[in-house]
């Protein structure tokens, strides 16, 4: 008989694996419930109602918008997916334009699909030095938001992603005072920073900043199971009731009580030992960072905007990628990291990892590292084996043939990848982990971006939309070009008085 999803997870978490990855509870036993079971229950007496909420789950709430400093915090149980849908919902009609930085997860290209919006893409300001080299996304300026905002006077929200996947955070303060400045709410996926409230060493969160709704996914970075979320709303540019509409739209109709009793033993454990304990992982954080110092050839990346707590362990002075650093803390150290990328692989860190799992993490880094010295030794060269050209794909900027909406109806056909060039995407494609698209539905295949699909299939990336060699594309007699019959019909725009 086959094995079973639960014996494979059983067998597995008795491998002794290291988990240097979401979920941000890191399998602790302190916060094992005893029988998930027995509290699986429905709305019954007593219990409240996550869609009205009146007691305890109310209460909650009420202390999440005290500490958060927002007007009201929600509960998700759909996981950030349910509050990125819930807030662009909130914030558009059908057919509106929306500002929207490239960079962001997949679930806001599905909002675009589902509310057939008409996106204008922004992109990333800062793209030099290790940056580059790497092949990381770097921040989203003011100046930029505020162009498209100047350019378009109907966009209806901008919505950018901060932190990003390896944890550069974009001046959310500033980029707020613009959007106020025309009136547009401001909408930001702070799912990888529910961890920035706990303690002064991380940056400022994007609700103290002036955002007017946050999503943040608790489990990424706290100790709260997979699938539990939270959304912080101010109301100045948003209907309350607009919102609270959208997540009941976008949230199931039975929510699990065991997913929102695990958010509500999370923030109990930070109201009880929150302090003390961030101040412990800060100060392992600190402590990794200094012994890290000593590496020659691997290095942890670091940049003026990012945050700590994700580790970017860099591979391009090595022979090693990405890919294959991740696979050698895997199978030899029995470390799992959360992804991979390039040059570089990302370990993700909780305020639920101890001093033991970053002497871990230091001793298998520093012993790799010494190898890689060693090998030069014997040959007098380093290299990287990682074509850096190729994976660059966060600035390109593919020419659309049609809006993604428009896409879905259009016959399709599959083909050969290398078939593609300068035919129509009919499905996203998206590299997963960190659920970026490369191309969006509509959009035209270029040279470049086959070569970058094609490097990433021949290193073993998951990319969804390429399914052995063959790719999806609008049939030729569905190919119509309209992108760009609402482009420059608005003058520019005045900001708000």
Same mark, same amino acid.
């Given at each position: ?388 050209? !190729? ?20 016959? !399709? ?85």
């Amino acid at each position: 008989m086959e094995t079973g999803l639960y014996e494979t997870l059983t067998g597995y978490c008795r491998q002794g694996m290291l988990p240097m990855h979401m979920p941000g509870h890191k399998r602790n036993p302190s916060f094992v419930m005893e029988n998930p079971y027995g509290i699986d229950v429905t709305e019954v007496a007593g219990v409240d109602d996550l869609h009205h909420p009146e007691g305890m789950i109310r209460r909650r709430m009420d202390w999440m918008a005290e500490k958060y400093h927002s007007e009201k915090s929600y509960l998700l149980i759909n996981g950030s997916t349910g509050g990125i849908l819930s807030a662009i919902a909130a914030c558009c009609r059908h057919g509106d334009r929306i500002a929207v930085a490239r960079n962001c997860h997949k679930s806001v290209y599905h909002a675009i699909r589902l509310l057939e919006l008409c996106p204008v893409y922004m992109y990333p300001d800062e793209t030099g030095g290790d940056l580059e080299r790497l092949g990381i996304p770097g921040i989203l300026s003011e100046k930029s938001v505020e162009q498209v905002l100047r350019t378009y006077e109907d966009i209806r929200c901008v919505v950018l992603v901060s932190p990003t996947y390896e944890g550069i955070v974009s001046p959310i303060r500033e980029i707020a005072e613009a959007t106020a400045r025309y009136g547009v709410p401001l909408i930001v996926d702070e799912a990888h920073g529910a961890h920035f409230n706990w303690h002064p060493s991380f940056p400022e969160t994007a609700v103290e900043a002036g955002a007017d709704l946050v999503v943040e996914s608790l489990h990424k970075t706290l100790p709260s199971l997979t699938q539990t979320a939270v959304l912080h709303a101010r109301f100045d540019r948003i209907s309350k009731d607009r919102l609270e509409w959208c997540l009941q739209t976008f949230q199931s109709s039975s929510p699990s009580y065991v997913l929102m009793a695990g958010i509500d033993r999370c923030f109990a454990y930070i109201e009880r030992e929150g302090q003390e304990a961030f101040e412990r992982y800060v100060n392992n954080l600190r402590q990794f960072e200094e012994e890290m110092k000593q590496l020659k050839r691997l290095y942890l990346f670091d940049s003026p905007r990012k945050e700590r707590s994700k580790i970017v362990i860099a591979a391009d002075r090595t022979r090693m990628s990405g890919k294959e650093l991740a696979e050698c803390l895997r199978t030899r150290y029995r470390i799992e990291t959360e992804m991979n990328l390039g040059d570089y692989c990302l370990a993700m860190t909780s305020v639920c990892d101890g001093a033991q799992a970053f002497e871990r993490l230091g001793a298998a880094l520093k012993e790799m590292d010494a190898e890689q010295v060693r090998g030069e030794k014997d040959d007098g060269r380093f290299c990287s084996i990682f074509d850096r050209d !190729r994976i660059r794909y966060i600035w390109q900027e593919p020419e659309r043939a049609m809006f993604s909406y428009e896409a879905v109806f259009c016959p !399709r056909e599959r083909i050969p990848l290398e078939q593609a060039k300068g035919r129509v995407a009919a499905d996203d494609v998206v590299l997963y982990p960190p659920g970026i698209p490369l191309l969006v539905q509509g959009e035209i295949f270029s040279g470049e971006m086959i070569r970058t699909l094609q490097a990433g299939i021949d290193m073993g990336y998951a990319i969804y939309g390429v399914e052995n060699g063959c790719t999806y594309v609008v049939g030729t007699g569905g190919t119509h070009t309209v992108a760009g019959r609402m482009d420059g019909q608005n003058g520019k725009r005045k900001p708000a008085q």
